[in-house]
């Protein structure tokens, strides 16, 4: 992926604040033109920058507010197999290979616990799939963002992919 450039963040992080906000406001709101906004949303949304909507969709409006993450320990050969028959589940809305003791950590969510019971038995019927550990979710303690990211990034320079300043290096926290 592309790296962005402060012109790009700026816009992303206007986007973010004011997600209906048309290219003509963005701009306005920019000291940019129209085009050059315009440009680079179409540019952004193509290299893959900008998620796709359906990511905006909260599964607890669609009645899946149970949401827990399993870890799937599974045989390394039949992995290709195994993610085509996960991706047929469609209470597993993310799924990642990881280092550590298991393979893949899913995101799963389900309307209760029979449900998240059912999925579970899915997932362990999957040939290959030796065992699934899974964790509840009590409370989501720090929502999905980026803005925080775009805000580090604009801070120390879009080339630059630490902070000069902060609670590491020994200077003071921003307040």
């Given at each position: 992926?592309?790296?962005?450039?402060?012109?790009?963040?700026?816009?992303?992080?206007?986007?973010?604040?004011?997600?209906?906000?048309?290219?003509?406001?963005?701009?306005?709101?920019?000291?940019?033109?129209?085009?050059?906004?315009?440009?680079?949303?179409?540019?952004?949304?193509?290299?893959?920058?900008?998620?796709?909507?359906?990511?905006?969709?909260?599964?607890?409006?669609?009645?899946?507010?149970?949401?827990?993450?399993?870890?799937?320990?599974?045989?390394?050969?039949?992995?290709?197999?195994?993610?085509?028959?996960?991706?047929?589940?469609?209470?597993?809305?993310?799924?990642?290979?990881?280092?550590?003791?298991?393979?893949?950590?899913?995101?799963?969510?389900?309307?209760?616990?029979?449900e998240l019971f059912r999925v579970n038995?899915?997932?362990?019927?999957?040939?290959?799939?030796?065992?699934?550990?899974?964790?509840?979710?009590m409370a989501e303690l720090i929502p999905?963002?980026?803005t925080s990211l775009m805000d580090l990034?604009?801070?120390?320079?879009?080339?630059?992919?630490?902070?000069?300043?902060?609670?590491?290096?020994?200077?003071?926290?921003?307040?």
């Amino acid at each position: 992926m592309q790296q962005l450039d402060a012109t790009d963040l700026r816009i992303l992080s206007a986007l973010c604040q004011r997600p209906k906000a048309s290219a003509v406001a963005l701009a306005t709101d920019l000291g940019l033109s129209r085009n050059t906004v315009q440009a680079r949303l179409v540019r952004l949304e193509s290299s893959g920058a900008l998620l796709p909507f359906e990511q905006r969709v909260n599964p607890a409006a669609l009645g899946f507010g149970l949401v827990s993450f399993v870890h799937i320990h599974l045989q390394q050969r039949l992995l290709g197999q195994i993610v085509e028959q996960l991706k047929a589940i469609p209470e597993i809305i993310e799924a990642h290979g990881v280092t550590g003791s298991a393979d893949i950590l899913a995101r799963v969510v389900a309307g209760g616990a029979e449900e998240l019971f059912r999925v579970n038995g899915q997932i362990l019927a999957i040939e290959g799939v030796e065992r699934a550990d899974t964790s509840l979710s009590m409370a989501e303690l720090i929502p999905h963002r980026t803005t925080s990211l775009m805000d580090l990034r604009l801070a120390s320079g879009p080339g630059n992919g630490s902070r000069a300043t902060g609670p590491a290096s020994g200077s003071p926290a921003a307040g």
